[in-house]
């Protein structure tokens, strides 16, 4: 089980580019997010969601097991639920895509107050749970912007 979670929490193999592991993880997740809301109702999508998030909370503990180190940037499943988080209830078209891959982004990189607490932990939590946060803030500010 432990070289599935590894391959699991790195995307397939993706965590383990050495330049911009988390950029090509979050560039990825736009496809895969895109197909699963194109084919999917809203209630499907929640449901995969929310199914992604457990499955991440066990394989990225299982890797951290592994790889002994503090929110190791080979992990990158952590990406792709924090841009599946940003883009859930926005509407499927391509300038929201864009505008929430580079606000999640911002927010996972700069990790502004509360992102950065959240970010302290060393656990499979604080792995996945920084990224969701940037992606209800990326999502939310979309959704201002949108409703103004």
């Given amino acids: 089980m432990k070289i599935n979670s590894l391959f699991f929490s790195t995307l397939f193999g993706l965590g383990y580019f050495e330049k911009f ?9 736009l496809f895969i997010i895109w197909m699963l809301k194109t084919n999917l109702n809203i209630h499907m999508v929640l ?19 592994i ?3 503090k ?4 992990i990158v499943i952590d990406e792709y639920m924090g841009q599946y988080t940003t883009l859930m209830f926005l509407p499927n078209e391509l300038k929201f895509y864009v505008v929430g891959f580079i606000l ?24 996945i749970f920084d990224d969701i946060l940037s992606g209800c803030f990326a999502g939310i500010i ?3 912007f949108t409703i103004i």
């Avoid at 592991?21 to 997740?29: D, K, M, N």
């Avoid at 992604?52 to 951290?64: A, D, M, R």
């Fill in 67 to 69: 790889i002994k180190t």
């Fill in 47 to 65: 449901i995969c969601y929310i199914i992604c998030l457990i499955f991440s909370l066990f394989v990225v503990s299982e890797s951290l097991k």
């Fill in 71 to 74: 929110d190791p940037k080979q």
């Fill in 21 to 29: 592991p988390g950029t090509l993880a979050s560039f990825l997740s």
């Fill in 104 to 127: 999640f982004r911002i927010f996972d990189i700069f990790k502004p107050f509360p992102i950065n607490l959240v970010d302290r932990r060393d656990d499979a939590i604080g792995v």
């Fill in 142 to 144: 979309i959704y201002i």
